[in-house]
């Protein structure tokens, strides 16, 4: 059966003002910017972290846990994982390469002086995987050494480095902006917008697989 068949039937389920929201929001979506966490273990960070990025409208976050497990707090991410789409992984090296089969230049999050500054970052190189690192260490010299580019957001004061999700929320402010106001094709495809939706419907209504298997074998049954 087609997607777009079980998406019309769940969307019977649920307000127009929510089906509304969600065609709105998936209008604001982009996967031409991605997150990547490697290491992020403090729960609050976590949920922050998402929560932030669900509000700039990144589709994808990339969790790298080679020691530490991500533990999300659900009252401060406020139900934003479930809007998201987050990829776990167990090595560094195994994420980095599939993000950049997929197109991405690897940008780390870091305080050196060699880095290029946020509003210098060039957009339309191409698809941004943004890197940042642990809350303490940073970045590992295995996430360093496999990234392409470097950024730094300025600093005027004697602390070296922002919060994890204060340093999240304010490199994706000025490049999700810019990206808006420039040519680059950043939204997500019909068929990308479609997935998600029947993803976001099903987590929203309840019991939507046995909507979903109860329409499925209706619908057999007519065509027999």
Known sequence: MEKLQLINHLSDFVTNNRLETFHFVLGNRTRHITIVLEEIFQ????????????????????????????????????????????????????????????????????????????????????????LFGTELTGLTPEAISLADEFIKIPMYGFTESFNISVSVSIILSNLVERLKLSSIDWQLSTDEKNNILFEWLKESIHSSDKIIERYISQNASLNK
């Open 43 to 130: 729960s609050h960070n976590a949920s922050a972290v998402l929560r932030t990025c669900d509000c700039y409208g990144i589709q994808d976050v990339h969790v790298i846990e080679n020691r530490n497990v991500f533990d999300p707090n659900p009252e401060i991410a406020l139900g934003s994982s479930k809007w998201l789409t987050i990829n776990s992984s167990k090595s560094t090296i195994e994420s980095i390469k599939n993000l950049k089969e997929k197109g991405y230049r690897i940008v780390a999050t870091v305080p050196q002086k060699d880095a290029v500054l946020l509003n210098n970052f060039d957009l339309n190189k191409g698809k941004t995987a943004l």
